[in-house]
């Protein structure tokens, strides 16, 4: 970092007061990001950090990186894969949440006009609710051991929650209206570069 160490966290007021000297990369899928996200802000999505790890050492040589998702959790587990690799950045508390919660603007893509996409977030409650209510729905139709479907996804809600992980969204994050483009990915670390 150019300046003095940047906390961990920084809350929606305090990035508001500094976003023209931050580099922003926001870490959540394409589609939750073209849905509205941070003035300036670089789509980097969470499973690409790594491959993006030159140019954000670039541009945190430079200045200081701020990561953001929607709630915080996926931007503080980007944060600590980039502090294990001795690039300092800070996260916004709340994620864009709390951003757009305090009347800041968030900037969309001009494709998301006409078609918006759901967060990952509502993502996972969507497939988990669907997959207990079809574990449900076989075990009392077809065979009761298929009850153990809705015992699984529950066991993995509980793990996720104890972990502040979410192998669901991991996997959800590889289908194609989630998985960002290569060109997308390629203008995010061009732009890096740059700064």
Request: charged residues 20%; glycine residues 10%.
């Amino acid at each position: 970092m150019t300046s003095s160490p940047t906390p961990v966290t920084l809350a929606a007021g305090q990035v508001r007061a500094r976003l023209h000297e931050l580099t922003v990369i926001d870490v959540r899928t394409p589609a939750e990001y073209a849905s509205g996200h941070l003035p300036g802000a670089l789509n980097i999505p969470l499973d690409h950090v790594r491959r993006a790890l030159p140019e954000i050492r670039h541009a945190a040589e430079r200045g200081d990186i701020l990561v953001v998702c929607a709630s915080g959790a996926r931007s503080e587990n980007a944060r600590k894969l980039l502090a294990e690799q001795d690039v300092t950045t800070a996260t916004l508390v709340g994620g864009t949440g709390a951003w757009a919660a305090e009347g800041h603007d968030l900037h969309t893509l001009a494709a998301c006009e006409t078609r918006a996409g759901w967060s990952m977030e509502r993502q996972v409650r969507f497939t988990a609710g669907s997959l207990v209510l079809l574990g449900l729905l076989l075990g009392l139709l077809v065979h009761p051991a298929l009850l153990l479907i809705s015992a699984g996804v529950a066991g993995g809600l509980v793990f996720s929650a104890l972990t502040d992980t979410c192998g669901m969204a991991v996997v959800l994050g590889k289908l194609p209206h989630n998985r960002p483009r290569a060109v997308d990915l390629d203008a995010a670390r061009a732009a890096l570069r740059g700064r």
